[in-house]
């Protein structure tokens, strides 16, 4: 077999995930729509947008952090802390950019903290930010005494409504940040290394990588941007709210599974994460425009999840499969 047959062969399944996914959306749309006419408006797509921007932001962080065979539980209550703490240092008239940076260093220092207890203490990813999500929520409640904090400052408020071409700044945010750390993920060297230590941290570290300084920097990367989508959160509801986007982080991942990205390591891209954010979001809005009662909606979630995971479980015994008779093969040849 010639090097690009062996190419071909090797991009078939990537295409193919973007191309089911991309089936499920148009079913979604033909299905919704079928049920409810409004569905298909351009003002329901732009919901449907915003709705996803917090989701998607998240999104991208636990693409890096998936990939690097690692998780993160604690996006939703580390979201809700950064929009508390905008609100609460706009009431004492901090500057707006001031309060924004102190805000997103909350983030940073939280996926410091998540990743020291990863590479120090060598807890599981999923026990360690398990105990951050409760303590950051705790900490959203401590600090405004489990009460919104109501933003009043203008250019807050103005960065909340504000639009370019009928679409809110948040969305773009989100856009923006999908471009970006996909492309740092497809076309740096650091992205390399974050495929390389989720395929084997042994082969990385035996390759000259350092495998905890780059789950470090994937932990400070989805702190930094739960604290940027939890500042737009909050700038679109004019409030801080600490006990807003409660399991947001469970939709994320589900996001990200849906997209290829395979929750054990070292496979997956931006482009998929895109399309799985767009899809659940859809799926979301749909739920709520044909009147699903929240019991089911959290049902049909769960189910999705499930799907999500037993795609990745598929995909993963493929995978195996192909490399074993590949083996096979070669030594056959010899």
């Avoid at 740096?188 to 300084?213: D, Q």
């Avoid at 909050?234 to 929750?263: C, H, Y």
Wanted: glycine content about 10%; aromatic content about 8%.
């Amino acid at each position: 077999m010639s090097n690009m047959e062996t190419k071909k062969k090797k991009s078939l399944p990537i295409g193919g995930d973007k191309l089911v996914l991309l089936a499920a959306i148009v079913v979604v749309f033909i299905l919704f729509t079928a049920i409810n006419e409004n569905f298909l408006t351009w003002t329901n797509f732009v919901n449907i947008l915003v709705a996803a921007a917090l989701i998607g932001t998240i999104a991208v962080g636990h693409t890096y952090l998936i990939i690097a065979a690692q998780n993160d539980l604690s996006p939703g209550s580390l979201a809700a802390l950064c929009g508390v703490t905008v609100a609460l240092l706009l009431s004492m008239n901090v500057p707006i950019v001031l309060a924004v940076l102190i805000t997103m260093a909350v983030g940073a220092v939280v996926g410091i903290f998540n990743a020291w207890m990863v590479n120090k203490i060598k807890l599981e990813a999923f026990i360690a930010t398990l105990v951050t999500q409760s303590v950051i929520r705790g900490f959203a409640y401590l600090i405004c005494d489990g009460r919104p904090v109501a933003i009043s400052n203008k250019a807050m408020v103005a960065f909340g409504k504000a639009r370019f071409l009928t679409i809110p700044i948040v969305v773009w945010i989100m856009i923006a940040a999908m471009i970006i750390f996909g492309f740092v993920l497809a076309k740096t060297r650091f992205g390399r290394s974050v495929y390389a230590i989720g395929g084997s941290v042994e082969a990385a570290r035996l390759a000259g990588l350092n495998p905890k300084r780059i789950v470090t920097l994937c932990f400070v990367l989805i702190g930094v941007l739960s604290a940027v989508g939890g500042i737009g959160y909050a700038a679109r509801m004019n409030a801080g709210q600490p006990n807003a986007n409660i399991n947001l982080e469970f939709d994320a991942i589900t996001a990200v599974i849906l997209g290829g990205v395979s929750f054990t390591g070292g496979v997956g891209d931006m482009g998929g994460t895109a399309l799985g954010v767009f899809l659940i979001q859809a799926f979301n809005s749909g739920l709520n425009m044909v009147g699903i009662s929240q019991f089911w909606q959290y049902v049909a979630r769960g189910a999705l999840l499930l799907f999500a995971l037993t795609t990745d479980y598929i995909r993963k015994e493929r995978k195996n499969k192909a490399l074993l008779e590949a083996s096979m093969k070669a030594a056959e040849a010899e």
